[in-house]
């Protein structure tokens, strides 16, 4: 893995905790998103949300699919994790979405507080893009 050069983009995707753990063990291989990212991310960095609250894994990015919903659930509903109701629930009216298809997957052994990579930050609503340099810091912990 090459450890965050200047050029990598990385996401902070706050999760639900049993969303997190799927993709950890590879039963989950898309993350769905309802906003598309200006500047699509090389690695995305985990955030279990409550109960959890810590970050747990980051992933490398195979590639982002934006289609409408239908379109991301026929194209990925054999590996989203998801069931069909809380799917269409979870897009509701939006017209468009993401989806982020999940590469190699590093699990931290020690999960980290959001202050280790984002001093006095809270967790995002959807994401927030990281400095390079915090897959060098998660690095160290898996």
Not at 41 to 56: H, K
Not at 131 to 139: F, Q, T, V
Request: aromatic share 12%; with cysteine; charged share 25%.
């Amino acid at each position: 893995m090459d450890s965050g050069s200047d050029d990598d983009s990385v996401a902070l995707l706050a999760i639900k905790p049993r969303f997190a753990e799927a993709i950890i063990a590879g039963r989950k291989t898309v993350e769905f998103r309802k906003t598309r990212f200006s500047q699509p991310p090389r690695y995305v960095v985990l955030y279990a949300s409550t109960p959890i609250r810590q970050i747990v894994a980051y992933f490398e990015v195979a590639y982002i699919k934006e289609l409408t919903p239908l379109g991301l659930w026929r194209k990925f509903r054999h590996v989203g994790g998801i069931e069909y109701d809380e799917f269409f629930q979870y897009y509701g009216d939006r017209s468009r979405g993401c989806a982020i298809v999940v590469a190699t997957v590093w699990k931290l052994k020690r999960p980290a507080c959001l202050g280790h990579l984002h001093p006095r930050g809270s967790a995002p609503q959807s994401f927030r893009y990281l400095n390079a340099s915090s897959i060098r810091r998660l690095s160290e912990r898996h």
